[in-house]
């Protein structure tokens, strides 16, 4: 059965620190990953997605993240963070077409100035 | 352009009441999704649409909760009679297939129902 895991619930860094966000996932066939994020009292919102060739995605907001498969992880990061970034983010798997997608538990992530 | 519109925001109620949530997803949007995020853990799919037909359910606990999609825009869920453990944010979302680049999810902002 496919599932995610976010070995992290609270992470707090401090603004302008670089951030590690951890994804392990578990899917029986090409996996095709996401990263969410979502701000109190907000839906969420797609940060990146990878569905094949490069490992390493470009996404919105300065986020980037590295797919590797002998790992089963997905990991995303950042080397700058702003206060503006604290949230809650979800990592999540799923088919090539985008539908179905399982999350993660997710990860808080607070910013000390 | 309009994003994912949900109503109620908040809902409290007692157990055993019935309630109802509303989702009007962005214009041209054929697929729309349910979800149910309990506290603590990452959102559930509980059904999609295409259009006004459903792909998937079989995460929707059917014995009490259900939901349509008139015209294959709006769409409502549905719970009744609730239980405690259907506390949770209901969030919907809906997609627009691309080639090449599948169905992007857009959600709104949920609806956070608490059962007293």
């Known amino acids: 059965a496919q599932s995610v895991t976010q070995p992290d619930i609270h992470i707090t860094v401090s603004e302008g620190a670089s951030l590690e966000l951890r994804c392990n996932y578990s899917?029986?066939?090409?996996?095709?990953l996401f990263w969410y994020v979502q701000s109190p009292g907000q839906g969420l919102q797609l940060l990146l997605k990878y569905f094949s060739g490069d490992t390493l995605v470009q996404g919105i907001k300065g986020f980037e993240a590295e797919f590797k498969r002998s790992q089963s992880s997905f990991n995303l990061r950042k080397p700058s963070v702003h206060w503006s970034d604290a949230a809650e983010y979800f990592c999540?798997?799923?088919?090539?077409?985008?539908?179905?997608?399982?999350f993660g538990a997710g990860t808080i992530l607070r910013v000390k100035s | 352009e309009a994003g994912v519109a949900q109503s109620p925001r908040y809902k409290i109620i007692e157990k055993r009441q019935s309630v109802a949530f509303w989702c009007n997803p962005i214009s041209g949007h054929a697929t729309l999704y349910w979800y149910q995020q309990i506290l603590g853990q990452g959102p559930k799919l509980l059904i999609q649409?295409?259009?006004?037909?459903?792909?998937?359910d079989s995460q929707l606990p059917k014995d009490r909760f259900s939901a349509e999609r008139l015209k294959g825009v709006d769409s409502t869920l549905k719970i009744q009679p609730a239980k405690l453990e259907d506390s949770a944010v209901y969030l919907c979302?809906?997609?627009?297939?691309?080639?090449?680049?599948?169905?992007?999810?857009?959600f709104g902002p949920g609806t956070r129902l608490t059962v007293l």
């Open positions: 979302a809906s997609s627009l297939f691309v080639s090449g680049g599948g169905h992007e999810q857009f």
């Open positions: 899917y029986g066939a090409t996996p095709y």
């Open positions: 999540a798997v799923g088919p090539g077409d985008g539908n179905k997608l399982v």
């Open positions: 649409f295409q259009n006004n037909g459903v792909v998937d």
